[in-house]
Antibody
Framework: QVQLVQSGAEVMQPGASVKVSCKAS????????IQWVRQAPGQGLEWMGW????????SYAHKFLDRVSMTWDTSITTAYMDLNRLRSDDTAIYYC????????????WGQGTMVSVSS | QSALTQPASVSGSPGQSITISCTGT?????????VSWYQQHPGKVPKLMIY???KRPSGVSNRFSGSKSGNTASLTISGLQAEDEADYYC??????????FGTGTTVTVL
């Protein structure tokens, strides 16, 4: 079946970097954008950006432009999201999702990766 | 790139209809019929309920419908049921290869 499986929870120090992985299976990896969305504890969903696994094209939300990098490895059908210079307010669940239609239509989601930033 | 505005909470009795609004600008909601809606139960992953303004993915109840007028998109839930109690988020294409989510609405079934 179609699924996205993310890497496990992380506890990070402020100023460090975190890399979250998202392994796709059950469909042709290069046919759909992978989106990244985060949700701070008790807060709403926040769009971070996307990567096109067909060619590596990316688009990032303005607030993350200087701190985020989204990459991919077609050979293992895995997308990655790197966030650097972590702050306490980056503590959140980070989700990857498959976009099947434009306008935020994400039909398959990963289980989420909890990233905690604390000294 | 500001979040779309949703009411913090909406409530209704079983069997009633409720509508959740999602207000953006002429740069996002107003310019494109590319609004999606998500349902999220506590501790769960968001579930796509509506895409491209008014389309339902396979398996989503026809009690859920989407519409748009000007810069405001709406999600209507008819025949409200206890299982509809959840958080709901809109999401819109915002041009320039960007998307934006709404602030979220908690639906309570009385």
């Amino acid at each position: 079946q179609v699924q996205l499986v993310q890497s496990g929870a992380e506890v990070m120090q402020p100023g460090a970097s975190v890399k979250v992985s998202c392994k796709a299976s059950g469909y042709t990896f290069t046919r759909y954008y992978i989106q990244w969305v985060r949700q701070a504890p008790g807060q709403g969903l926040e769009w971070m950006g996307w990567i096109d696994p067909n060619n590596g094209d990316t688009s990032y939300a303005h607030k993350f432009l200087d701190r985020v990098s989204m990459t991919w490895d077609t050979s293992i059908t895995t997308a990655y999201m790197d966030l650097n210079r972590l702050r306490s307010d980056d503590t959140a669940i980070y989700y990857c999702a498959r976009e099947f239609s434009a306008g935020g239509a994400f039909d398959v989601w990963g289980q989420g990766t909890m990233v905690s930033v604390s000294s | 790139q500001s979040a779309l505005t949703q009411p913090a909470s909406v409530s209704g009795s079983p069997g009633q209809s409720i509508t959740i609004s999602c207000t953006g600008t002429s740069s996002d909601v107003g310019s494109y019929n590319l609004v999606s809606w998500y349902q999220q139960h506590p501790g769960k992953v968001p579930k796509l309920m509506i895409y491209e303004g008014n389309k339902r993915p396979s398996g989503v109840s026809n009690r859920f419908s989407g519409s748009k007028s000007g810069n405001t998109a709406s999600l209507t839930i008819s025949g409200l049921q206890a299982e509809d109690e959840a958080d709901y988020y809109c999401c819109s294409y915002a041009g320039n290869r960007l998307d934006v989510f709404g602030t979220g609405t908690t639906v309570t079934v009385l």
